[in-house]
């Protein structure tokens, strides 16, 4: 079945950089495009970033243009966010998901907190 794992949010200053990883498993990992989301408290789910199968076309969210950077490793079948710059507004929980056919597939969260 398909599984999107998350890791690396954690706790970190203003200005600082965290990267998170999203490993995937249960269907053809390089055939698919793969998103970065986030939620704050209180709000809706937000895109962050998303990137195409290829890894040759990105796409950010206006306020993560120039902090964030998506990529993938398609040998390993994950996608990476790496997050710089990184504001107290950015506080939330980061999902990995994938559109696979009809269905909507996404990861379990991963939370990332700024603050000093």
């Known amino acids: 079945q398909v599984q999107l794992v998350e890791s690396g949010g954690g706790l970190v200053q203003p200005g600082g950089s965290l990267r998170l990883s999203c490993a995937a498993s249960?269907?053809?990992?390089?055939?698919?495009?793969m998103s970065w989301y986030r939620q704050a408290p209180g709000k809706e789910r937000e895109l962050v970033a998303a990137?195409?199968?290829?890894?040759?076309?990105?796409h950010y969210a206006d306020s993560m243009k120039g902090r964030f950077t998506i990529s993938r490793d398609n040998a390993k079948n994950t996608v990476y966010l790496q997050m710089n710059s990184l504001k107290p507004e950015d506080t939330a929980v980061y999902y990995c998901y994938a559109g696979i056919g009809l269905r909507n597939y996404w990861g379990q969260g991963t939370q990332v907190t700024v603050s000093s």
């Open positions: 249960g269907f053809s990992f390089s055939k698919f495009a």
């Open positions: 990137i195409t199968s290829a890894g040759d076309s990105t």
